[in-house]
Structure formats: structure tokens, C-alpha cells
């Protein structure tokens, strides 16, 4: 299967680093997701926007942060995620 290389924070430059430090001080940190999205910054800028607000208490849902981070790593771990 090919997979998407993930890019690395200091290699970033342009448009990616300016998502990039976006991600980080809107979710604290790059995580992998967004460092794949990074190929496509364009369309990744609108994923960031419409997923941070669904991670976190008062954003409309009726799950806790609690629920939902069980959530996700109960996917990754039928889904078999390295991490």
C-alpha cells in the first residue's frame, strides 16, 4: 500500500509552515494528520478549522472531550495504528 510521506516541521515552508502554525496554536501540536494534510495546505486549512471546533467541549456536540478521545482511540485501535 503507498503511503503519503508526512512532512516535517522544519522542512516546512510557504503556505504549509504558515498552516503548520496555524495547527499548533489552534491544537498545541502538529499531529501526524496534519502534517500529511500539509501536501494539500489549501484544502487542509478548511479540515483544521471544521475539526478543532468537534474535538472540544461546548462546540455544539453533546459528548464530552472525554467521550470523544475514547473515540479516536478506540478507531485507531481497531484500525490498527501504529500509535
Not at 14 to 33: K, M, Q, Y
Not at 35 to 61: D, I, N, S, Y
Amino acid at each position: 500500500m503507498t503511503r503519503v510521506p508526512i512532512i516535517d516541521s522544519a522542512a516546512a515552508t510557504g503556505e504549509v509552515a504558515r498552516f503548520f502554525e496555524a495547527t499548533t496554536r489552534l491544537r498545541g501540536r502538529v499531529p501526524n494528520s496534519a502534517r500529511t494534510w500539509g501536501h494539500v495546505p489549501h484544502v487542509a486549512k478548511f479540515f483544521l478549522l471544521a475539526g478543532v471546533p468537534l474535538q472540544r467541549e461546548g462546540a455544539g456536540g453533546v459528548l464530552s472531550c472525554r467521550i470523544k478521545e475514547m473515540a479516536v482511540l478506540k478507531t485507531s485501535h481497531v484500525n490498527s495504528c501504529a500509535y
